[in-house]
């Protein structure tokens, strides 16, 4: 690996909220590469979020990634009732970086050398670019760390409790705005194939719902025949004329750009921070497109970790929490229409009010 800092432009963190406890941001004495552990709010808890390990232009691009992912796992986990605060940790790839198994794992052990010296602060499991696997590698660092593999003593990966909890709240969309739960028949545009976009299109596809996919891996495309979904390129995705759009991937795909295209009567799916800007609420709103908001749709895997995780955890009670994600999506479109406010707006309520009520 050839390691190059580009230099930092500060761009990436104007008009971002600097709400945070605490942001650590490091240089892995193994690795080379930057480290940011950012704690939003404890106020509920240990701060749990994912580690996520991707390629940024900049290093500052990461910072302000790892700084919105923590404030929307800070709604997150209060939205879904745990007893959690919230926090992300980013590792700053730069662009075209390859890393070797070696290389990865040096990264997983500077992460662990970051969490630890938050004392407690915050506990980490995987995101986008890691894996049950290499939380296993952070464990040898640090304790402040779940989702680990089974044959490990852990949970294992949460990505099938996330798609179990976007299904719920695809179900609880499409009653909202046709009257019936029936997924049978209705149009689904999915972004994204990955862990949990991969697992919600079989999911979908086995109750009879016609798919149109996409994925920046084309190597996809073989898994979407499979499923008898029909493939389109990523950059016209969201043009595609269908019942919901499902974002699957990374944030901040709803642009206003995108917003103005969509050819959709609502929009639920699994990826962190799609609104590019809050003002999208609105925007979607306006167009008479129905949100339901990402950090309540994609819940199930933080509810999973939390849950599963207790000493003699009932499995059960576990999936019947993360189901009930499709209750709490109905709740809040209940309460914007009655109050008159964007989705976003009622989302943020409910979580608002369940972090005064731990001051």
Not at 163 to 187: D, K, M, N, P, Q
Not at 285 to 293: K, Q, S, T, V, Y
Request: glycine residues 12%; aromatic residues 4%.
């Amino acid at each position: 690996m050839t390691l190059t800092h580009p230099n930092p432009s500060l761009d990436a963190l104007i008009g971002i909220p600097f709400t945070h406890e605490r942001v650590l941001i490091t240089t892995g004495i193994r690795s080379g590469l930057v480290i940011t552990v950012a704690v939003h709010s404890t106020r509920l808890g240990q701060a749990l979020g994912g580690a996520r390990m991707w390629q940024y232009e900049n290093w500052t691009d990461a910072v302000a990634d790892a700084l919105r992912l923590s404030a929307a796992m800070t709604l997150k986990n209060a939205a879904a009732g745990l007893h959690l605060g919230g926090g992300k940790s980013v590792i700053h790839l730069p662009l075209d970086t390859e890393l070797t198994d070696a290389e990865r794992r040096d990264a997983m052990l500077d992460l662990g050398d970051a969490i630890e010296s938050l004392h407690g602060a915050y506990m980490t499991a995987e995101d986008v670019g890691t894996n049950a696997e290499l939380m296993a590698v952070v464990k040898e660092r640090t304790d402040h760390v779940c989702g680990l593999p089974v044959a490990s003593g852990g949970v294992g990966e949460p990505a099938e409790a996330t798609a179990a909890g976007v299904y719920a709240s695809i179900v609880a969309t499409l009653e909202a705005l046709f009257g019936s739960r029936e997924v049978a028949g209705r149009h689904l545009v999915i972004a994204g194939l990955g862990q949990v976009g991969g697992r919600l299109a079989t999911r979908l596809a086995a109750a009879g719902a016609r798919l149109t996919v996409s994925d920046v891996n084309l190597a996809r495309q073989d898994f979407a025949a499979e499923l008898g979904a029909t493939w389109v390129p990523v950059d016209g995705v969201h043009h595609v004329p269908a019942d919901l759009f499902v974002p699957c991937g990374l944030g901040g795909v709803l642009n206003a750009r995108v917003i103005g295209e969509l050819n959709v009567l609502g929009v639920v799916g699994a990826a962190n921070n799609q609104l590019a800007q809050p003002e999208g609420a609105a925007q979607l709103d306006a167009r008479g497109i129905l949100w339901a908001p990402d950090f309540v749709v994609n819940a199930g895997g933080v509810i999973y970790l939390a849950l599963a995780s207790e000493p003699n955890a009932d499995l059960d009670a576990v999936a019947a929490r993360v189901e009930a994600i499709g209750d709490v999506v109905t709740q809040i479109f209940t309460d914007a229409r009655g109050l008159g406010i964007t989705t976003l707006a009622a989302a943020e309520r409910l979580a608002a009010a369940r972090l005064d009520a731990a001051r």
